[in-house]
């Protein structure tokens, strides 16, 4: 066993810490993974790292709940927070470094003057109603790539916006990361794993799953040949209002790479949507001509 199992995994609060483990871990030639996360990890997460353990050789994931992401009257405060439990996951899944800062570390001044811009593509799907989100997500992804320098870094498809937009910085921006998207993990009823999952009480978990099986029932007619994109919409609506305590927030057949709604669905559409049951916020898409296991599902090359 190399010096590096034994000290695995090492949790850093600090940018001195940061740099000076960094620095440390920094082999000739070693790749380095990033897994940016909000913690209270669950097997979404921890599958991030597995796909990141196998494209790098030093694996670095963060803990930080990023207030500029939050909107007025969201989560913010009351936003799981279990560093100790998401440190002891993180090691038994291979992770290096544990970074977990806290605000005033991120945001020494106050939160920041200059932000990243989203561009027309922050404004569609989850955008539309949560303004100001994705300015926050790709800022602080940003700030962590320049803080982290990571050669690669993995995010999952169940977040597909987010992903589509830190691929479209990486791109536009010439960040120089390589951005892997790995698939949606979900319950074994078809519910998409999240932290704010466990807002929900038992009876509202009943109903949650609602949001998957309209997805599911509006892929089928897809297979089935129903190409129509208002028509597949009103599958999934069908479908969610059989369970009364879900009220969706939108439902909608886009382009993988523009995000633009399509009249007419083909294999690469992703059929995403958003709803709430408790006032709790969910979110889930389906790539309408890949099953779940399908490499396409990854998404869109
Ligand atoms: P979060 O902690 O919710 O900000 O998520 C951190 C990363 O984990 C993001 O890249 C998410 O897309 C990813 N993630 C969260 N839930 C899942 C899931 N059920 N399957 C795959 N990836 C996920």
């Keep these: 066993m190399s010096a590096r199992v034994l000290r695995r995994p090492l949790l850093v609060r600090t940018r001195e810490e940061l740099e000076r483990e960094l620095e440390s871990l920094r082999g000739d030639g070693e790749r380095r993974a990033l897994v940016p996360t909000m913690g209270s990890l669950h097997p979404g997460h921890l599958s991030l790292m597995d796909r990141a353990r196998e494209l790098a050789d030093v694996l670095v994931a963060s803990v930080f709940v990023n207030p500029l992401q939050f909107g007025p009257g969201e989560d913010l405060e009351r936003y799981p927070r279990e560093l100790d439990r998401d440190f002891r996951l993180a090691g038994e899944r291979g992770v290096d470094l544990l970074f977990a800062p806290d605000v005033e570390v991120m945001y020494p001044d106050g939160h920041p003057r200059v932000r990243m811009d989203p561009g027309p593509l922050g404004d569609r799907l989850c955008g539309r109603f949560r303004p100001g989100h994705f ?42 990361v390589e951005i892997e998207v790995a698939p949606l993990v979900r319950e074994p009823d078809g ?69 633009e709604a399509r009249n007419e669905a083909g294999s690469d559409s992703v059929l995403a949507a958003a709803g709430f049951v408790d006032d709790v916020r969910l979110i889930d898409n389906l790539v309408l001509g890949a099953g779940e296991d399908d490499p396409r599902c990854a998404l869109l090359e």
């Excluded at 940003?142 to 910085?169: C, S, T």
């Design 135 to 176: 300015q926050g997500v790709l800022s602080v992804v940003v700030k962590l790539f320049g803080m982290i320098r990571p050669d690669v870094a993995v995010f999952g498809r169940k977040d597909f916006q987010q992903a589509v937009l830190i691929r479209r910085a990486v791109l536009d921006l010439e960040l120089g």
């Design 191 to 259: 519910l998409a794993m999240s932290s704010r999952n466990r807002y929900l009480t038992d009876e509202g978990r009943r109903q949650a799953v609602g949001l998957y099986r309209g997805l599911a029932a509006a892929r089928d007619a897809y297979r089935d040949g129903d190409v129509s994109g208002s028509v597949l919409v009103e599958r999934v609506r069908a479908v969610a209002s059989e369970h009364s305590g879900l009220q969706l927030q939108y439902v909608q057949v886009v382009d993988p790479v523009t995000l």
